[in-house]
C-alpha cells in the first residue's frame, strides 16, 4: 500500500507538470515587509510594532524551508519552547517557560483544539498537519483575559490559509525521509503525500480541499520488529510506527467589509504497539511453539468544524463570532498475536477515551473608539463531554462520561496615555461547573521610544484546571492505592513580563538589525502534585500542595542584508519549586541556558536559499526523591541531564519558472538519541544506559517535490 501511494504521487506530478500552464514569474528575492501584520489577541488585525504584547511570528517560508510536517517538526529552533516526545506513545507536546503542555494553550484560528488530554491545552503537536497554514502567531505572557483557563505561559495561534491570489492553486507534494539510516519504500523511513486545490469562485467567494498522508514506519534501533519471537525484550519498536490522514475544507466569503468562513477536518491516526513479552506456548506432545505476544492498535479519529465571522459596521464597531463543534475518540484493539501464523485471538476492540466539545466565543470592538481610546467587550462558552477508560480503574468496563462547561464574560480597553505609549487592563469573569467563579486581571503596556525603541510588559493572572486524570483517576488493588481528587481546586498563577526590542535599518531598508531583551516572571500556586496521603497502608492522592516560581531572561539578535539573515539567541532562566508536605524538600532555584542560532543565504542566479539551524539545551537539573530518612520523610537528591545540540540543514530551490520546488535536508545531525540523566552528569548524548531520556532517533535526511500549478 506504502508503494502504491508513493508511485501515485510521482505519476500525479509527472502528468501535472505534462499538462500545466506558462504562470507568472514571482520575484522571490523581493524585500519582504517590515510590518508584520498578527491578529492573536488583537482589536484589529494590526502591524507587529502596534501590538501590545509580545508575540513571535513563524512564516510559510520558514515551514516550507525545514519541510516541517506538523507542528512538533518546527518547534525545536525557539528559546524557551521544548518539544517533549516520547517514543512509547507517539505524542509531542511542548513546554514553554519551564512549564508543560498543561499551561499552553494551542489554537487553530483562535479555537483551542480538542484532543484525548484535553481542550486546548495538552495537545500532541504531531496531530497539527501544517499544509494549509499561512503563519504561526505565539504570544509570550499571561492571556488569561482573551483565552482564559491553561493560558498561563501563553498561547500558539495557527493562523490558516483563506484567500488566494491565483484563480486556481493546486499543489502536489511528496517527502521521503530516512529515520536514523533506516528508510524502505514498505516498512522503514517516513513516506509524506500531500494535495491542495484552491480556487477563487468570483470576486467574494474562495473554497479550498485539502489531504495528507504522514506514514512513519517506526524506528527499529536495536529492535527487531513485529515478526521476531524471542522472548529476549527484542520485539517491536524503539519509536512505534504510526500513519496519520489529515483531510480539509475551506469555504470563505469577504467582501471587504465582512467575512465569514466554515472551516472543516478530519484527522485519523493508527499507531501499532508491539509488545516485547513473548509467550512460547510450548506444546509438550509434540515438542513445537507457537510464540505469541498481547499487541494493541490504537486509532485516533477526531472531526473540527469550525464557523466564523468578522467585519466592520458603519458605525465602526468590530465583531468577530466563532462557533465550533468538536469531536475526538480513541479507540484500542488489543489482541493475542500468533506471530508465526499472524492470527489474533482474545481480541477487544472498544473506545478507550472520547471527548464532545462545543465552543464559542464572541467580541464587539471599536468601542466608544477615538484616538486615544478603544475597548472590547466578549463572551466565551466552552462545553465538555467525555470520558477516559484508562483512568476509570475498576469502572473500566463502564466509564462514566463527565461534563464540565464553562461560560465567561470579559472585558478590555487600550487607552493611548500619549503617541506612543499604550496601556491594556482587562478582566475575565468565569463561571464553571466543576469549580467555584473566578475573575482573572491583565495590565499590559507599550511604549514606544525614539530610534526604535519598543517597550512592552504585560502582568496578567491566569489559572490551570485539573484535568480528567487528576480529578477521577483510580487505580487501587491489593499492592496499589491511587486516585484522582474531584475537590481540586485550579492552580492559580502570576505571569510577569518585560521586553526591550530594538529595531534600526540602515541603507533604505536594505540593512535590518533587531535586538531585545525579555524578562520573565512566573509564580504558580496551588500546584496539582500526586502526593502520599497516608504511609499504612500506602495511599496516593493528587492535592494541591506544590508552588512554582519561574525567572527568565532572554536575549535575540537578527540582522538581515540583502540576501543574508542571521540570528543569535540566548536565554538562561531558573526554576524553584516548593513541596509544602515535604520537610527534606528544596525550593532553590536551579538554573539552565539555552542558546539557537541560524543562517539563512538566498542565491537569486540559482532561485535557491540555503539554511542552517542550531540549538543548545544546556545541563539541566532537578530534585528527585531518593530515599527517606529516620522519621520516614522522603530525602531529594539534585538529578542532572546532560546537555546536547541540534542541528538541521537544508537547501531549496525552484524550477520551471517556481512551478516545481525541491527541498533536500538533514535533521539531527550531531546524531542524538538518548542524552544521560544522573548524579555526575557523566557519559554524552549518545549514551544508551538505562538512565537516560530518548529524545530523537538521529542522523535524519529528506527530500521534499512540490509541484505548483497557479492559473
Known amino acids: 500500500m506504502k508503494f502504491k501511494f508513493n508511485v501515485l504521487f510521482v505519476l500525479i506530478l509527472a502528468f501535472a507538470k505534462a499538462n500545466s500552464q506558462q504562470t507568472v514569474v514571482i520575484d522571490t528575492t523581493e524585500v519582504e515587509s517590515l510590518d508584520e501584520i498578527v491578529v492573536t489577541g488583537q482589536y484589529n488585525p494590526q502591524s507587529i510594532k502596534k501590538s501590545v504584547y509580545n508575540v513571535r511570528v513563524i512564516k510559510a517560508e520558514q515551514i516550507k524551508q525545514i519541510a516541517a510536517v506538523n507542528v512538533a517538526d518546527l518547534l525545536n529552533f525557539n528559546l524557551n519552547l521544548n518539544v ?24 487553530i484560528d483562535n479555537v483551542p483544539i480538542v484532543s484525548d488530554n484535553g481542550v486546548g491545552s495538552n495537545i500532541d503537536l504531531t496531530q497539527i498537519n501544517l499544509d494549509d497554514v499561512e503563519r504561526i502567531e505565539i504570544v509570550e ?87 521476531y519471537f524471542e522472548n529476549d525484550g527484542l520485539r517491536g519498536y524503539e519509536w512505534l510506527p504510526k500513519e496519520q490522514i489529515t483531510s480539509n475544507a475551506l469555504l470563505g466569503y469577504n467582501n471587504g467589509k465582512h467575512k465569514f468562513f466554515y472551516k472543516f477536518e478530519y484527522f485519523d491516526e493508527t499507531i501499532n504497539f508491539f509488545n516485547s513479552t513473548v509467550r512460547s506456548n510450548f506444546n509438550s506432545q509434540n515438542s513445537t511453539i507457537n510464540p505469541s505476544a498481547t499487541d494493541r492498535i490504537y486509532k485516533t479519529s477526531r472531526i473540527f468544524n469550525h464557523l466564523n465571522g468578522s467585519g466592520t459596521f458603519d458605525s465602526g464597531l468590530r465583531y468577530s463570532v466563532s462557533l465550533s463543534y468538536q469531536e475526538q475518540k480513541r479507540r484500542l484493539n488489543e489482541f493475542n498475536y500468533f506471530i508465526l501464523t499472524r492470527e489474533r485471538t482474545a481480541e477487544i476492540d472498544e473506545v478507550n477515551q472520547s471527548g464532545k466539545f462545543f465552543y464559542s466565543k464572541g467580541t464587539l470592538g471599536n468601542l466608544f473608539k477615538t484616538d486615544r481610546f478603544n475597548a472590547q467587550v466578549g463572551y466565551e462558552i466552552t462545553l465538555q463531554e467525555g470520558f477516559d477508560r484508562e483512568a476509570a480503574g475498576e469502572n473500566i468496563l463502564n466509564p462514566k462520561t463527565r461534563n464540565i462547561n464553562d461560560f465567561a464574560g470579559f472585558i478590555s480597553s487600550e487607552i493611548g496615555l500619549s503617541d506612543n505609549l499604550t496601556v491594556r487592563p482587562g478582566i475575565r469573569f468565569i463561571y464553571n461547573s466543576q469549580f467555584d467563579k473566578k475573575a482573572v486581571y491583565e495590565l499590559t503596556a507599550r511604549q514606544l521610544f525614539e530610534k526604535g525603541f519598543e517597550l512592552r510588559a504585560n502582568v496578567g493572572t491566569s489559572y490551570r484546571v485539573p484535568d480528567f486524570t487528576e480529578l477521577y483517576y483510580y487505580f487501587v488493588d491489593a499492592n496499589h ?231
Open 481 to 711: 492505592d491511587v486516585q484522582g481528587n474531584e475537590n481540586l481546586k485550579p492552580e492559580e498563577g502570576l505571569t510577569t513580563f518585560l521586553s526591550l526590542k530594538k529595531k534600526t535599518w540602515f541603507d533604505n531598508s536594505l540593512i535590518r538589525l533587531e535586538n531585545s531583551v525579555k524578562l520573565t516572571y512566573i509564580d504558580l500556586s496551588d500546584r496539582i502534585e500526586l502526593s502520599i496521603v497516608n504511609t499504612n497502608p500506602l495511599q496516593y492522592r493528587y492535592v494541591n500542595i506544590d508552588s512554582y516560581r519561574f525567572i527568565g531572561l532572554t536575549n535575540t539578535n537578527s540582522l538581515k542584508l540583502k540576501n543574508w539573515s542571521t540570528s543569535l539567541n540566548a536565554t538562561v532562566f531558573g526554576i524553584s519549586r516548593e513541596l509544602a508536605s515535604e520537610d527534606n524538600a528544596s525550593d532553590d532555584y536551579l538554573y539552565q541556558f539555552q542558546l539557537n542560532a541560524s543562517l539563512n543565504y538566498r542565491y537569486p542566479k540559482w532561485d535557491t536559499v540555503f539554511s542552517l539551524l542550531v540549538n543548545y539545551n544546556g545541563r539541566q537539573q532537578d530534585f528527585r526523591v531518593t530515599g527517606s530518612d529516620s522519621d520516614g520523610n522522603s530525602t531529594f537528591s539534585k538529578i542532572e541531564t546532560d546537555a546536547y545540540s541540534w542541528l538541521d540543514a537544508s537547501i531549496r530551490k525552484s524550477f520551471l519558472s517556481d512551478q516545481l520546488e525541491a527541498t533536500v535536508g538533514a535533521r539531527n545531525l550531531f546524531d542524538i538519541t538518548r542524552v544521560d540523566t544522573n548524579y555526575t552528569s557523566s557519559g554524552g548524548a549518545h549514551n544508551t544506559a538505562t538512565n537516560s531520556i530518548l529524545l530523537g532517533y538521529g542522523r535524519s535526511f529528506y527530500l521534499k517535490l512540490l509541484y505548483k500549478l497557479n492559473f
Open 84 to 107: 517533549t516526545p516520547s517514543a512509547s506513545t507517539g505524542r509531542s507536546t511542548v513546554s514553554f517557560f519551564g512549564l508543560d503542555a498543561r499551561y499552553f494553550n494551542v489554537l
Open 141 to 227: 505572557g499571561s492571556m488569561g483575559v482573551q483565552y482564559g483557563a491553561n493560558a498561563v505561559s501563553g498561547v500558539l495561534n495557527i493562523i490558516t490559509k483563506k484567500s488566494d491570489k491565483n484563480k486556481w492553486r493546486i499543489n502536489l507534494s511528496l517527502q521521503e525521509e530516512t529515520v536514523s539510516d533506516e528508510y524502505a519504500w514498505f516498512d522503514e523511513g517516513r513516506h509524506v503525500q500531500g494535495a491542495t486545490i484552491s480556487h477563487n469562485i468570483n470576486d467574494n467567494w474562495y473554497a479550498s480541499v485539502g489531504v495528507t498522508r504522514n506514514d512513519f514506519a517506526g524506528f527499529f534501533n536495536n529492535k527487531k520488529g513485529r515478526d
